[in-house]
C-alpha cells in the first residue's frame, strides 16, 4: 500500500481541529507503512499534534509557517512506522485572534 494525503483546511480563531486528515481513504492504514508527515501553517501561533496510532510523533508544537503547499522533501520533518489499523491524525490547535491556514502532505510507503 502506497498513498498520498493532502489536504488544506481554515482553522477559525480560538478553534481545534481534531484530524487534518479526517475522511482521508488513507486514514487508518491497510498495511505496515512508513509515514511521512509534513505540515505548514499560513501564520505564526498555531500548534501541530501528530499521531500514528497510539504513537505521538510529534507532541504539540509550533509548525512551520508557509504560504503554500509543503515541499518535497525540505518540509518532511516528521516519519514514523506504523502498523495496519492504526489512524493517522493531525490536531491542530488555533489559539490566535485570526483564521489560520494548515496544509498537510503525507506520503505513505508500503513497508510490508
Given at each position: 500500500?502506497?498513498?498520498?494525503?493532502q489536504?488544506e483546511?481554515?482553522?477559525?480563531?480560538g478553534?481545534v481541529?481534531d484530524?487534518?486528515l479526517?475522511?482521508?481513504?488513507?486514514e487508518?492504514?491497510?498495511?505496515?507503512?512508513?509515514?511521512s508527515?509534513?505540515?505548514?501553517?499560513?501564520?505564526?501561533?498555531?500548534?501541530?499534534?501528530i499521531?500514528?496510532?497510539?504513537?505521538?510523533?510529534?507532541?504539540?508544537?509550533?509548525?512551520t509557517?508557509?504560504?503554500?503547499?509543503?515541499?518535497v522533501?525540505?518540509?518532511?520533518?516528521?516519519?514514523?512506522?506504523?502498523?495496519?489499523?492504526?489512524?493517522?491524525?493531525?490536531?491542530?490547535?488555533?489559539?490566535?485572534?485570526?483564521?489560520?491556514?494548515?496544509?498537510?502532505v503525507?506520503?505513505?510507503t508500503?513497508?510490508?
Amino acid at each position: 500500500m502506497s498513498g498520498v494525503i493532502q489536504k488544506e483546511t481554515s482553522v477559525a480563531a480560538g478553534a481545534v481541529l481534531d484530524n487534518l486528515l479526517s475522511g482521508s481513504a488513507f486514514e487508518y492504514l491497510r498495511a505496515p507503512a512508513i509515514v511521512s508527515f509534513a505540515i505548514v501553517a499560513s501564520a505564526t501561533g498555531g500548534f501541530i499534534t501528530i499521531q500514528a496510532g497510539p504513537s505521538i510523533i510529534l507532541e504539540e508544537s509550533p509548525p512551520t509557517v508557509k504560504t503554500s503547499m509543503p515541499t518535497v522533501p525540505d518540509d518532511f520533518l516528521y516519519q514514523a512506522a506504523a502498523a495496519p489499523g492504526d489512524r493517522l491524525v493531525v490536531r491542530c490547535r488555533n489559539p490566535t485572534g485570526g483564521a489560520v491556514i494548515f496544509r498537510g502532505v503525507v506520503q505513505i510507503t508500503d513497508a510490508g
